[in-house]
């Protein structure tokens, strides 16, 4: 039996991975251009966190899991537009280069392609006294990444809800001339929000990698495409897209925890989610088009 | 729906194809000769096993034209759904699920069917690779569902499934690796030119890229195919039949990559190994983005990727470059292939740059 509490601990624990790097993308949905390298941008801030938190610690490792993909994304950004490339393009170059990267550095950095466990990486639960609470308790249970993730994703939130930028970015979305028009540098605008989305993409990355406290190659394993899909799902609004984020943190979570309840093979159990999420992508879909 | 920038993928990078296929050939040149200097300990013996060990002797390059082959079947299928506006990125799992249903049906087909299973394992791999493509096209054709965001679910989900079965209902538990059994060697594709690996896929590659430049450049069907990518609405006004325009492109894609599959285990694997598809669809983006969406160019593009693969893996083990530098500097060619700076803007640039330095 699954019990309710492990249950949402291992959920919440998903969804700080997922939100920040869903509403990232979102982000660059508003300013009209979606980053459709979430998946390779994540696996960027694990490596970052990885590497960085292994040479300077475990402060160096969060503040470059999110500087190195926000400089990754701004740059690329900045090629898909001074360059006329095309953005979808682009991040599918990204997604193909920073695995293939960060495997190549994994030598240099770690001595090995493999896994490399660093003694010290993995977060604590600093509130864990109280996660015997039930239900609730699940909220104070995380490691101190997965709140730092949370707080990110907040304010990545707040800075599209309720600053200029914000605005901005969803101006440009809109009307990219009007914006120039009004004297505001579009590109700009694209640029920051592009960064912005690295930023988050990386510190869900960090929260990943430091709730093992290892560097695991291609430990993304496609949840950047899941947090797109959150954006799509959700409708391509802020709360909309953190409740697409919270199902599947749900569904990935029961995938995890049914592999100690069943005899079912652990593979079976983790395709579910993608199974299920494209039913509701679809039954989503079918939902709009009827309206 | 996907924003309409998207619609625009195949007329990204230089204008013409010889142009982009000239562009990405030297990039991926320069970046050969780049890594083998900057991150080899034995740069002479790396860009000796980049830019002269393929080519070395004959079997050499037929190994490499064999390898091409599932490439630019994949990079075809890739063209098929790009050109219909439907940007699936499911190619990988619909690969992976051609490769263990052919390996299937070749294996366990054998008894029954003798060197007709070869046959059987080509049909399976259609059909599995079109099953996977299935899902996303219904869910295209039904609801209208994006089928970037479907097919890559669909694929992922496979992915951990036949990762499943090779590893365990159908593992050969006599060897470590995790693989199916071996196919007969009867099952197999003929060896046409031994001791090298090239069989007949190469020349299959060929006849159905001629077969998609006639379709989409010479045929009606081809044309509301590329209308449609362009603007579904307008061909619906054109009074072409935009209902199977919605989801055929999608399954056509899934058999073409199931097919890549089925090759991959009738040549050189022999059978179906967990991990085998290898980011094969991903690649497979980037050739078609070399070919410029254009068939006929689709089997220069492969075969630079499949040369950048073999001389990337004969570096990796006659110098100590890292083997991943092949699929970075595929990355990079991608990206340096979506370029088109607009003369202008540089121009520009280079005037504006010494007034900054002079302020």
């Known amino acids: ?291 | 729906m996907i924003s309409p920038v998207l619609r625009t993928v195949k007329d990204t990078g230089a204008s013409s194809t010889p142009k982009r296929l000239a562009i990405a050939v030297a990039t991926a040149a320069a970046l050969a000769a780049l890594a083998a200097a900057a991150l080899s300990g034995e740069p002479s013996t790396a860009l000796r096993a980049f830019f002269v060990a393929p080519f070395s002797n004959a079997s050499s390059i037929l190994n490499m034209v064999e390898l091409s082959a599932p490439l630019a079947l994949c990079a075809l299928g890739v063209i098929v759904t790009f050109r219909a506006g439907h940007y699936s990125l499911g190619g990988e799992g619909q690969a992976y699920a051609g490769s263990i249903a052919a390996a299937a049906a070749g294996y366990y087909g054998y008894a029954a069917l003798g060197p007709g299973a070869t046959l059987a394992a080509v049909v399976a791999g259609v059909l599995a690779g079109a099953a996977v493509a299935a899902l996303p096209a219904m869910g295209r054709r039904f609801a209208g569902a994006e089928v970037l965001l479907t097919s890559i679910l669909v694929s992922q989900g496979f992915i951990f499934v036949i990762d499943w079965a090779i590893g365990g209902p159908l593992r050969d538990r006599s060897g470590n690796l995790i693989a199916m059994p071996a196919l007969e060697t009867e099952a197999l594709l003929a060896r046409l030119e031994p001791p090298s690996t090239l069989t007949v896929a190469p020349f299959v590659v060929l006849i159905l890229c001629v077969a998609a430049s006639f379709y989409f450049e010479r045929t009606r069907s081809g044309a509301a195919h590329d209308l449609y990518g362009r603007n579904p609405r307008f061909a619906e006004l054109q009074g072409y039949d935009v209902e199977r325009l919605s989801w055929a492109p999608v399954v056509a894609s899934g058999m073409l990559h199931g097919l890549a599959g089925a090759l991959m285990v009738l040549g050189a694997k022999g059978t179906a190994i967990r991990g085998m598809s290898g980011g094969i669809g991903w690649s497979a983006i980037g050739a078609a983005l070399v070919a410029g969406s254009r068939p006929s160019a689709v089997p220069l593009a492969a075969l630079l990727f499949a040369w950048l693969d073999s001389g990337a893996r004969q570096a990796a083990v006659l110098s100590d470059l890292p083997p991943d530098a092949g699929m970075a500097i595929k990355a990079l060619v991608i990206l340096v292939v979506s370029s088109r700076p607009s003369w202008t803007a540089v121009k520009a640039f280079m005037r504006r740059t010494p007034t900054r330095r002079a302020k």
């Not at chain 1, 019990?3 to 979102?26: E, K, Q, T, W, Y």
């Not at chain 1, 694990?46 to 999110?66: H, L, N, P």
């Not at chain 1, 919270?246 to 593979?267: C, D």
């Open chain 1, 1 to 291: 039996m699954i019990h309710l509490s492990a249950l949402l601990l291992d959920a919440i624990a998903f969804l700080a991975v997922l939100a920040p790097a869903a509403i990232g993308g979102l982000a660059t949905e508003y300013a009209g251009s979606l980053n459709i390298a979430l998946e390779g941008l994540m696996l960027a801030g694990a490596f970052s966190y990885m590497a960085f938190g292994a040479a300077f610690g475990t402060v160096a490792g969060f503040i470059a899991a999110m500087l190195v993909p926000s400089a990754i994304a701004y740059v690329s950004d900045l090629f898909s537009r001074k360059a006329n490339a095309d953005s979808f393009v682009v991040g599918l170059g990204v997604n193909m280069l920073v695995p293939a990267a960060a495997s190549m550095l994994s030598k240099y950095v770690f001595g090995s392609k493999g896994v490399a466990a660093v003694a010290g990486l993995q977060s604590g639960r600093p509130f864990a006294g109280a996660a015997s609470i039930p239900v609730v308790g699940a909220l104070f249970g995380q490691r101190s990444s997965d709140y730092l993730a949370f707080g990110v994703a907040i304010m990545v939130a707040l800075v599209l809800a309720r600053t200029p930028l914000g605005t901005r970015a969803k101006a440009a979305g809109m009307n990219r001339d009007a914006l120039t028009m009004a004297g505001i540098d579009s590109g700009g605008v694209r640029g920051a929000v592009y960064a912005l989305s690295g930023l988050a993409c990386g510190i869900s990355g960090a929260a990943l990698a430091s709730s093992v406290g290892a560097w695991v190659p291609n430990m993304s394993a496609g949840r950047g495409w899941i947090a797109l899909v959150a954006v799509y799902l959700g409708g391509k609004r802020l709360g909309g897209t953190f409740a697409a984020s919270a199902l599947f943190a749900l569904l990935l979570s029961l995938a995890t925890r049914a592999q100690a309840i069943t005899e079912a093979p652990a593979e079976l159990l983790l395709s579910l989610p993608y199974f299920l999420t494209a039913v509701v992508v679809v039954l989503g879909s079918s939902r709009s088009k009827r309206k």
